[in-house]
Nanobody, 115 residues
């Protein structure tokens, strides 16, 4: 069974930066389209970024210009560089494969933006 482990979250002041990592176990990572998602308390999970196997990227309007998704296939890892963080970015962040998603989500990593 594929395992997903997210890391890199923390407490940061508005305007700060964080880099999240997501390691995916197993093979065939290089052909997977991957997404970063977030879920704030009381809110539905939303996708904030995606990266295709061909390294094409797309972003939610709310993070465009501030977040950058990348991948390292040799390390089975996808990254999310988050700059100019805002309080509304506070959420638990997850990664998962796109279509179909892995049946089990990872634990996620908490990002809190507060002064």
């Amino acid at each position: 069974q594929v395992q997903v482990v997210e890391s890199g979250g923390g407490l940061v002041q508005p305007g700060g930066s964080l880099r999240l990592s997501c390691v995916v176990s197993g093979t065939f990572f290089s052909i997977m389209h991957m997404g970063w998602y977030r879920q704030a308390p009381g809110m539905q999970r939303e996708r904030v970024a995606l990266i295709s196997s061909g390294r094409n990227t797309d972003y939610a309007d709310s993070v465009k210009g501030r977040f950058t998704v990348s991948r390292d296939n040799a390390r089975n890892t996808v990254y999310l560089q988050m700059n100019n963080l805002k309080p509304e970015d506070t959420a638990r962040y997850y990664c998962n494969r796109l279509n179909p998603p892995f049946p089990s989500w990872g634990q996620g990593t908490q990002v809190t933006v507060s002064s």
